[in-house]
């Protein structure tokens, strides 16, 4: 089982912990992956809406670096999964774009893909190309003490017809992960809805609002963490939680914190296969990580 391996901008850059935990859970779980050091952004859905040939061509760059290693890519990022895997579909589908997309890669790169890969987030993977049962096996750690809220997020279920691995109104695929590492999945409604981090720049009130609105009802539905798909999300449901704490105050009373850790899907993994918080790269989240560890022992 091996992938050509796309971390993406968010992965190495603004959440290191994120590749640094994925490197560890795959070397752990013995997926090979072959890192595509020369990648480009996907364009995270705002290229697309400014010039969307250039869109194109930068994702057909990488979806034919790949192609020709012969690899389908793996993703860790909803976001770029959305956009990545939603650029292969429309090119593999239509052969007049993929021909003009082609010309203009061909003459800047040599590049030229033909549409023959797949893109693959880690958590699709898991659960339908290695498995729920070989991936419990591996659990050395469980977390039977520990309640987590799955938070999927946009990109990574919407549209169906980019991603078509889970249903989007009702997905399972994290509840699956979280039963197998031990813990037990929360529900709640706004689990599939979006995080708020695109909406900072423009509308930092409204963007604040929601995030405050997402981790309060995680929090409600008994949630002792967060845990999401998406380097995006985390960032905004993270580094965002301190604003969001002043919103949540005023809404259930003065004193009132929401401190909820929000974690990596491979971070969640990593601790449930023995690994230590330090070698995950948890030192680098803002919002309080020590009680949960201690609540996992």
Request: aromatic fraction near 6%; hydrophobic fraction near 35%.
């Amino acid at each position: 089982m091996k992938y050509a391996y796309y971390p993406g901008c968010a992965g190495k850059g603004a959440t290191p912990e994120l590749h640094q935990s994925t490197m560890k859970v795959v070397e752990g779980l013995g997926i090979d992956v072959h890192e595509l050091t020369a990648f480009n952004c996907c364009g995270a859905g705002v290229l697309g809406e400014a010039d969307p040939d250039l869109a194109y061509i930068m994702n057909a760059r990488t979806l034919a670096t790949a192609e020709s290693l012969g690899l389908d890519i793996m993703t860790v990022c909803g976001t770029c999964q959305g956009v990545l895997g939603g650029a292969n579909k429309k090119l593999q589908k239509d052969k007049v774009l993929r021909e003009r997309i082609n010309q203009a890669l061909k003459s800047s790169t040599g590049l030229e893909y033909q549409g023959t890969i797949k893109v693959k987030h880690l958590q699709w993977i898991l659960v339908k190309d290695y498995g729920i049962e070989l991936l419990k096996k591996h659990v050395s750690n469980p977390l039977t003490d520990v309640s987590i809220a799955p938070f999927y997020g946009c990109y990574i279920l919407r549209p169906d017809s980019a991603t078509g691995f889970d249903d989007w109104e009702n997905p399972q695929s994290l509840e699956k992960l979280i039963n197998a590492l031990g813990a037990y999945p929360v529900a709640y409604d706004d689990r599939t809805k979006c995080c708020g981090f695109p909406v900072f720049l423009e509308k930092e009130e409204i963007s604040t609002g929601m995030v405050e609105k997402r981790i309060g009802s995680a929090k409600k539905a008994g949630g002792d963490a967060m845990v999401t798909p998406c380097p995006l999300c985390h960032m905004g449901l993270d580094i965002k939680q301190d604003n969001a704490n002043d919103v949540h105050a005023q809404k259930e009373g003065s004193g009132k914190k929401l401190d909820m850790p929000i974690l990596h899907l491979p971070q969640l993994i990593g601790l449930a296969m023995g690994f230590s918080p330090k070698s995950l790269g948890m030192k680098h989240h803002l919002a309080p990580t020590a009680s949960f560890i201690q609540k996992i022992g």
